[in-house]
């Protein structure tokens, strides 16, 4: 009788939907709002991701579900071993596109594009639109259309933004500074690498600072301790790297601080877009110290602003300093230029005909 219960399950149940996201942190944020949205539907979904062992997930499967959220890294696992089964694929969703880019996961999604069905609708999500990103919806597109709810690559308009020029000593120093003066209790913290995420977080604990570093280098349940930590009050300040930046969804986070600019000037917008969430007002601060000038120059660029400078007297920056290559630490994609945060606004929708809204 269980048997033939799992059989009717499955037989119901088959994957139509999949969505594709960069990091396991987005891969479960948006499984809790499938979750929720489906919550008086008869539709059952599971996500899955790396960093964890494979056979709960694949139990889950067995069980049947129509929405999978899954990292491409992953949901191939699965393919490989058999245990997930794509052929009634009827929705295709790229969340967070830009980020796929920029972590070469293009391969990836190639392969699991070869394996489902041609005959889909197909979603791309993508709060930044460069022109990388047009030839990915010009690739896996067909005929898209293009649905903008903000200014291509704009910063929240109700995210108060600030650089604040020091040396790069200093640093470590302003934002203990900044925490403290501010009675901030609840900070995320942005550095361009992982050891410069361990080593800030374990300067903050000595500074009087409770925080935790979160970046992929980390375990799973390492990851989602700290960020519940986090959400929880138990820590003030989270250090991140980018990767992170995509997975933490927190309604009221009143402050983001660029400890190191990004590389990346559409990190940025996603980056500050982790303040002034669901229409609450947030901060955002940068620390930028004279090696990270045109990376300054190339967001305000970006975003078509220049962002207020403020200078605190005793860590105004010293003029004879001069500027010096800066140390990518080894970073997938890393380089010297901009290229191509909260959503600003959303991708291509394509494959679709007029009579059927999908093809």
Same mark, same amino acid.
């Given at each position: 009788?269980? @048997?033939?219960?799992?059989?009717?399950?499955?037989?119901?149940?088959?994957? !139509?939907?999949?969505? $594709? &996201?960069?990091?396991?942190? *987005?891969? *479960?944020?948006?499984?809790?709002?499938?979750?929720?949205?489906?919550?008086?539907?008869?539709?059952?979904?599971?996500?899955?991701?790396?960093?964890?062992?494979?056979?709960?997930?694949?139990?889950?499967?067995?069980?049947?579900?129509?929405?999978?959220?899954?990292?491409?890294?992953?949901? $191939?696992?699965?393919?490989?071993?058999?245990?997930?089964? $794509?052929?009634?694929?009827?929705?295709?969703?790229?969340?967070?596109?830009?980020?796929?880019?920029?972590?070469?996961?293009?391969?990836?999604?190639?392969?699991?594009?070869?394996?489902?069905?041609?005959?889909?609708?197909?979603?791309?999500?993508?709060?930044?639109?460069?022109?990388?990103?047009?030839?990915?919806?010009?690739?896996? @597109?067909?005929?898209?259309?293009?649905?903008?709810?903000?200014? &291509?690559?704009?910063?929240?308009?109700?995210?108060?933004?600030?650089?604040?020029?020091?040396?790069? &000593? !200093?640093?470590?120093?302003?934002?203990?500074? $900044?925490?403290?003066?501010?009675?901030?209790?609840?900070?995320?913290?942005?550095?361009?690498?992982?050891?410069?995420?361990?080593?800030?977080?374990?300067?903050?604990?000595?500074?009087?600072?409770?925080?935790?570093?979160?970046?992929?280098?980390?375990?799973?349940?390492?990851?989602?301790?700290? @960020?519940?930590?986090?959400?929880?009050?138990?820590?003030?300040?989270?250090?991140?790297?980018?990767?992170?930046?995509?997975?933490?969804?927190?309604?009221?986070?009143?402050?983001?601080?660029?400890?190191? @600019?990004?590389?990346?000037?559409?990190?940025?917008?996603?980056?500050?877009?982790?303040?002034?969430?669901?229409?609450?007002?947030?901060?955002?601060?940068?620390?930028?110290?004279?090696?990270?000038?045109?990376?300054?120059?190339?967001?305000?660029? *970006?975003?078509?602003?220049?962002?207020?400078?403020?200078?605190?007297?005793?860590?105004?920056?010293?003029?004879?300093?001069?500027?010096?290559?800066?140390?990518?630490?080894?970073?997938?994609?890393?380089?010297?230029?901009? !290229?191509?945060?909260?959503?600003?606004?959303?991708?291509? !929708?394509?494959? &679709?005909?007029?009579?059927?809204?999908?093809?």
């Amino acid at each position: 009788m269980e @048997l033939l219960s799992r059989k009717q399950a499955q037989k119901k149940h088959k994957v !139509r939907a999949l969505i $594709l &996201t960069p990091t396991r942190e *987005l891969a *479960l944020q948006v499984a809790e709002n499938v979750a929720l949205y489906a919550k008086h539907t008869p539709f059952k979904s599971t996500v899955i991701f790396g960093g964890v062992k494979i056979n709960p997930q694949i139990a889950q499967l067995r069980k049947g579900v129509d929405i999978v959220i899954a990292t491409p890294g992953r949901l $191939l696992d699965h393919i490989s071993q058999k245990t997930i089964d $794509l052929r009634e694929i009827e929705f295709l969703v790229l969340d967070e596109a830009d980020r796929m880019l920029d972590m070469g996961f293009v391969n990836d999604i190639k392969k699991i594009i070869n394996i489902i069905p041609k005959q889909r609708q197909t979603l791309l999500f993508s709060a930044t639109y460069s022109d990388a990103i047009k030839k990915l919806s010009n690739q896996f @597109l067909n005929a898209p259309t293009l649905i903008e709810v903000a200014r &291509t690559n704009a910063s929240s308009e109700i995210v108060k933004q600030a650089v604040y020029h020091v040396d790069k &000593t !200093r640093k470590r120093e302003l934002l203990t500074h $900044l925490i403290n003066e501010g009675k901030w209790q609840q900070v995320l913290v942005f550095t361009r690498t992982k050891h410069g995420a361990n080593r800030l977080s374990g300067q903050l604990d000595k500074d009087g600072i409770t925080s935790a570093a979160i970046h992929g280098n980390k375990s799973q349940n390492a990851r989602t301790k700290a @960020l519940a930590d986090f959400k929880k009050g138990d820590i003030r300040v989270l250090v991140a790297t980018d990767i992170a930046a995509r997975g933490i969804d927190i309604d009221q986070l009143p402050h983001v601080v660029n400890f190191e @600019l990004p590389n990346v000037s559409e990190d940025y917008v996603h980056r500050i877009g982790r303040t002034g969430r669901a229409g609450n007002k947030g901060e955002a601060i940068s620390l930028v110290c004279v090696d990270e000038d045109e990376f300054l120059e190339g967001i305000e660029k *970006l975003i078509k602003k220049d962002i207020p400078k403020v200078w605190i007297k005793e860590f105004k920056p010293d003029p004879s300093i001069k500027a010096e290559p800066i140390n990518m630490g080894g970073n997938r994609g890393a380089r010297n230029k901009p !290229r191509g945060g909260g959503r600003a606004n959303a991708g291509a !929708r394509g494959n &679709t005909n007029a009579r059927r809204g999908r093809r």
